[in-house]
Nanobody
Framework: QVQLVESGGGLVQPGGSLRLSCAASGSIFSIYTMGWHRQAPGKEREFVALIRWNDDDIYYADSVKGRFTISRDSTDNAVSLHMDSLKPDDTAVYYC??????????????WGQGTQVTVSS
């Protein structure tokens, strides 16, 4: 099993910044990707950003490009999401996601418990 522990989040005014962190632990064979999704009230969970571990390729949702920055700490199997120029539409529960490559070359998904980000004046 792989465990994900998230930290950060909270209440911020429009235009402000926040940083989310996610650390993975447990029986990790190989990380394929780590990243973030979010879910706003009444909406489906949506992709935000991810890093592919073997080549550091990074992908962002169009809605956050230029405002959010994802980074990794490979030593600690951790990933962070730095969010700038936050908008009320960014209000959501943010979930860390890890795609774990097993010894059998299958990929299992693991999710964090979620952390609330609220952008409001």
């Amino acid at each position: 099993q792989v465990q994900l522990v998230e930290s950060g989040g909270g209440l911020v005014q429009p235009g402000g910044s926040l940083r989310l962190s996610c650390a993975a632990s447990g029986s990790i064979f190989s990380i394929y990707t780590m990243g973030w999704h979010r879910q706003a009230p009444g909406k489906e969970r949506e992709f935000v950003a991810l890093i592919r571990w073997n080549d550091d390729d990074i992908y962002y949702a169009d809605s956050v490009k230029g405002r959010f920055t994802i980074s990794r700490d490979s030593t600690d199997n951790a990933v962070s999401l730095h969010m700038d120029s936050l908008k009320p539409d960014d209000t959501a529960v943010y979930y860390c996601k890890l795609e774990h490559r097993t010894a059998r070359s299958t990929v299992d998904d693991y999710w964090g418990q979620g952390t609330q980000v609220t952008v409001s004046s």
